[in-house]
Every structure is written in C-alpha cells, then in structure tokens.
C-alpha cells in the first residue's frame, strides 16, 4: 500500500471528499487527486498539512506503510527520512538488547547446570552418625571402643569392665547433611552438666536426590538451548 492508497483510504472513512479535503488542506483538488495517486510526492509542509486535515500522526501512518517503499520513494521528505533514521536506531538498540540477552542466559546456564549436576548448592549426601551410649565426666571419648585396652586390673576384672560398658550401651543415630568428619562429640542437652557427652562415629553416607539439582540441571539446559538459539538467529541476521 502506498502512502496515497493509505490517506485516500482514511478520507473515505472519514467520509471526507477529495474536494473538501482539499480545501482543508489549502491545495487544489486536482494537486490532491495527484498526491493520492502517487502521481507527485508532497513536501514535509504539504505532508504535514495532509495528516493534520485527516487528524493522524506521522507515526501512525508510516507504521502502515512497507520499509522499503519508504526507503525507495519518500526517504526524499525531511519528516520520513528522519523517521526511519529512528527506526534503523531503535532496531540496532533491540538488537543489542537480544544479543546481551543471549549472553547472559549462556552465561548463566553454565554455572546453573554446573551447580545442579555438581550438587555443590543443594548437598544430596546424608551423613549417617552412631553413638553407642553416654561418655561420663572423666571417661575417655572412645570408651566404648576401647574399654578392654583403657582398663587395669587384672583379665577378669578387664572383662567385668568390659561387660559393665556394654550394659550401658544405648545406641543414638544422626542423619546430618552436613559431613562432621569421621567422629565428633556432642554434649547431652537434658543432662545436668556438658560434662556428659556422646561421641558419634560415622557409619555411612547415603544419597538423597534432590529436586533443586534436578531445577538447576533443567534451567541451565533451557537457558543454554534458548542463549545460543537466539544468537545464532542474530548472527544469521546481521549476515543478511
């Protein structure tokens, strides 16, 4: 459509004849018939006085109108040409946005996949700690494991020792997501002094998915696929 095709349309929707747009405008019917054909184009004064009869803006109307016939037959008028001069910008700044944009989302898919896959934010391993009962105040913190070596006295009273110490085994197990090393000790809250304590030893470290990883893992492959997609489509189109 061609920008005569365009505002004679809008004359007759407007229900206006070319006689009376004409006089609004201040220029022969006969001049206005020309313009509507394409037959003459108009200055930036005529253009102007054009759209104001019609009540339209410049924007609007060039927005329905084909680049590249704006290009090739109207860039001559100062108002266009400085038109689509905006438009040529705007575009290179879209464009610039969307190439930041592909870099960043590729930017951001490489740790979130590493940290998923990786399991360094959202630890999966659970730490399986065993006591075997209540160290007393003055007692070594491995008396139950090495009650037959800490003890003195003779073989039968080592053995009594040793049969006293498993009575008072009481086994407490903890699951920790955080790793305590290989043994740590751990006062006992409801007891009347921190003096008693227990020891925990580790006995297994067991696996527990969880669904954070899994999101990251399925973040950082959309946010890569979509990152490289989109700039390959914006190579492809600087090319052109």
Not at 25 to 39: H, T
């Amino acid at each position: 459509m061609t920008l005569g095709d365009y505002l004679k349309q809008q004359r007759t929707e407007q229900d206006f004849s070319q006689a009376e747009l004409a006089e609004k405008m201040g220029v022969e019917q006969s001049y206005l018939s020309k313009l509507e054909a394409e037959r003459s184009i108009p200055s930036a004064e005529i253009l102007a006085a054009w759209l104001s009869a019609l009540q339209l803006e410049l924007d609007d109307v060039l927005d329905q109108l084909d680049r590249a016939y704006l290009h090739a037959k109207l860039s001559r008028i100062p108002s266009i040409d400085a038109w689509l001069r905006q438009q040529k910008v705007q575009s290179l700044v879209r464009e610039r946005i969307r190439l930041y944009a592909a870099v960043l989302c590729i930017a951001l898919a490489v740790p979130m996949f590493y940290l998923g896959y990786t399991k360094l934010l959202f630890n999966e391993s659970i730490y399986e700690y065993q006591s075997p009962g209540v160290v007393l105040p003055g007692e070594s913190q491995d008396i139950y494991h090495l009650a037959p070596q800490l003890s003195d006295g003779t073989l039968e009273e080592r053995h009594q020792s040793h049969l006293d110490i498993l009575k008072r085994r009481n086994p407490k197990i903890l699951l920790l997501s955080e790793y305590r090393g290989e043994q740590f000790n751990r006062p006992i809250p409801e007891a009347a002094s921190d003096l008693f304590t227990r020891t925990y030893y580790l006995e297994e470290t067991h696996q527990r998915p969880r669904w954070q990883n899994t999101l990251l893992q399925a973040l950082g492959l959309f946010l890569g696929t979509f990152g490289l997609v989109l700039l390959l489509i914006l190579l492809r189109t600087q090319k052109r």
